[in-house]
Each structure stands twice: as structure tokens, then as C-alpha cells.
């Protein structure tokens, strides 16, 4: 099974501040990889798709990048309704999986 | 608009069994794989289950830790998707969500979630 390591787990910074996630696939995966976001008590929302394809109706300051093993999400300038948990998954077999979570908290 | 509402949560027993169902409007069901996600309290995103579509003879994928106990289905004349779930631990206590899964770019991923339905597993 492949299994998916985020780092860092929580990340503490500043609205405007530039942020980078990071997320590790135990073996290669090509570019079939999603990222998601999720705020308390609601559902999680796909940001991007194909490790670097943004969903519609997401804004440009979220970015995507990797192949293979290893992957990154970057947040180019913190909004407040970016502070969040952000999730990595994995969908090149079965079982899928996700990263355990990285919490992005207001400094 | 996409709507996906689940249903059928509570608590139960260990041991026992329980029935969710997801609800779905403004898509074409039939088109599309759908999944089961669950989140217990506190933790992280685990997934749980794949049905694929007609066009793929309504095929299964399902996680380890639940392989046997559930089951994932789907009634396309009711534009509704079921997971039933037998012999319940209490390790299965989450919420869980159903997802509407998409053809992107290269490969089929969870795009819609509904907002989830809690089961609660315990004595």
C-alpha cells in the first residue's frame, strides 16, 4: 500500500506570508495526486487535482507542484479564509489514501 | 447546483449494523464514481469505499479495515448511493462522507462532498 507523509503537521503564519506543504508518497505515484482543504465541522473541498491543475473556482494563490514522490502545495500570499487543514491524497491505486493533515493556524 | 445529502447516521451497538445512504441532485449520477471518506473525531481523513459506474459494471474498492463488513452500493433510479455496515467496532465511529468522484485531467477524483452523517459506535 502507498502511504503518504505530510509535512510540516502544523504550521503557524502570518496573513500575506508565502506557505509551502509539503507531502511524500512512499513510492512513485506519477501526478495522481489531489489536495484538499478543510475547515472545522465542514467537508473537505478539492483545491487541485493532477498534483498541479487547480479546481474551478479556486484562486490562483494556491498552487500545486511534483510528480513522482514528492509533492507541494504553496499558498502565495495567507488569506484569513485560508487558515485551515490541508490534506493530500493519493489516487494511483487502491487502497487510496490520504497524508495525515497539516493544520495551518494564525501566527 | 450539486447537492449530496447523507442520511442515516446514529449510535450503535458493537456488533451491530447500520445503513447510510447519500442523496444526490444536479449531476448526472450515472455518469460518475462515488466514494466514502470517514473522518473520526478528531483524526484525519481515511478512505473507505469506490463504486464506479454502469459503464464500469458498478465495481468496488474498499479499505482494508472494512473490507467484509461493508458494503458499497448505488441505486441509479434513485440517484442515491447506500453503504452498509455490519458487525460495527467502535473504531468505525466517524463521520462519514459521500463524494461525488470525477473524471479530471488524469484520473477519477473526489470533486463534491456532502457534509457528512455521524455514526458513533458503542456500548
Known amino acids: 500500500d502507498i502511504q503518504l507523509t505530510q509535512s510540516p503537521s502544523f504550521?503557524?503564519?502570518?496573513?500575506?506570508?508565502?506557505?509551502?506543504?509539503?507531502?511524500r508518497a512512499s513510492q512513485g505515484i506519477n501526478s495522481y495526486l489531489?489536495?484538499?482543504?478543510?475547515?472545522?465541522?465542514?467537508?473537505?473541498?478539492?483545491?487541485?487535482?493532477g498534483a498541479?491543475?487547480?479546481?474551478?473556482?479556486?484562486?490562483?494563490?494556491?498552487?500545486g507542484s511534483g510528480s513522482g514522490t514528492e509533492f507541494t502545495l504553496t499558498i502565495s500570499s495567507l488569506q484569513p479564509e485560508d487558515f485551515a487543514t490541508y490534506y493530500c491524497q493519493h489516487l494511483k491505486s487502491f487502497p487510496l489514501a490520504f497524508g495525515q493533515g497539516t493544520q495551518l493556524e494564525i501566527k | 447546483e450539486v447537492q449530496l445529502v447523507e442520511s442515516g447516521g446514529g449510535l450503535v451497538q458493537p456488533g451491530?449494523?447500520?445503513?447510510?445512504s447519500c442523496a444526490v441532485s444536479g449531476f448526472t449520477f450515472s455518469d460518475h464514481y462515488m466514494d466514502w471518506v470517514r473522518q473520526a473525531p478528531g483524526k484525519g481523513l481515511e478512505w473507505v469505499a469506490r463504486n464506479r459506474n454502469k459503464a464500469n459494471s458498478y465495481t468496488t474498492e474498499y479499505a482494508a479495515s472494512v473490507k467484509g463488513r461493508f458494503t458499497i452500493s448505488r441505486d441509479d433510479s434513485k440517484n442515491s448511493l447506500n453503504l452498509q455496515m455490519n458487525s460495527l467496532k467502535t473504531e468505525d465511529s466517524a463521520v462519514y462522507y459521500c463524494a461525488k468522484v470525477t473524471f479530471l485531467s488524469n484520473g477519477w477524483?473526489?470533486?463534491?462532498?456532502?457534509?457528512?452523517?455521524?455514526v458513533t459506535v458503542s456500548s
Do not use: E, H, M, N
Open chain 2, 16 to 20: 451491530g449494523s447500520l445503513r447510510l
Open chain 2, 109 to 118: 477524483y473526489p470533486s463534491d462532498w456532502g457534509q457528512g452523517t455521524l
Open chain 1, 34 to 49: 489531489a489536495w484538499y482543504q478543510q475547515k472545522p465541522g465542514k467537508a473537505p473541498k478539492l483545491l487541485i487535482y
Open chain 1, 52 to 63: 498541479s491543475t487547480l479546481q474551478s473556482g479556486v484562486p490562483s494563490r494556491f498552487s
Open chain 1, 11 to 23: 504550521l503557524s503564519a502570518s496573513v500575506g506570508d508565502r506557505v509551502t506543504i509539503t507531502c
